[in-house]
Nanobody
Framework: QLQLVESGGGLVQPGGSLRLSCTVS????????IGWFRQAPGKEREGVSC????????NYVDSVKGRFTISRDNAKNTVYLQMNSLRPEDTAIYYC?????????????????????WGQGTQVNVSS
């Protein structure tokens, strides 16, 4: 069983930055990828970014490429999502999730069912 705890959300102006953290505890062999997902009011959940636990290979949804960076600190069992140049459309609840979500060694964002463990979410609001 894994537990995931997100932190770092908040209110930021357009163009600003936030760094989200996801700390994982429990049996770490239960997953091979960690992903960040988001859900805005009235919209479907969307995969934002993910990272492979083995080789650190990453994946991003097109709308955040060049603005968001996912990274990991294995010593701290923590995955980060650095979000720069934030836009109002980035406003959502952000969730981190862990699971067996590698396909040909690449973590997948369009297979949320592969992510078995989910955090409680952290709210990100981008507004002036």
């Amino acid at each position: 069983q894994l537990q995931l705890v997100e932190s770092g959300g908040g209110l930021v102006q357009p163009g600003g930055s936030l760094r989200l953290s996801c700390t994982v505890s429990g049996f770490t062999l239960d997953y091979n990828a960690i992903g960040w997902f988001r859900q805005a009011p009235g919209k479907e959940r969307e995969g934002v970014s993910c990272i492979s636990s083995s080789d650190g290979r990453t994946n991003y949804v097109d709308s955040v490429k060049g603005r968001f960076t996912i990274s990991r600190d294995n010593a701290k069992n923590t995955v980060y999502l650095q979000m720069n140049s934030l836009r109002p459309e980035d406003t959502a609840i952000y969730y981190c999730a862990a699971g067996r979500a590698l396909v040909f060694r690449r973590c997948m964002l369009n297979l949320p069912s592969r992510y078995e463990y989910w955090g409680q979410g952290t709210q990100v609001n981008v507004s002036s």
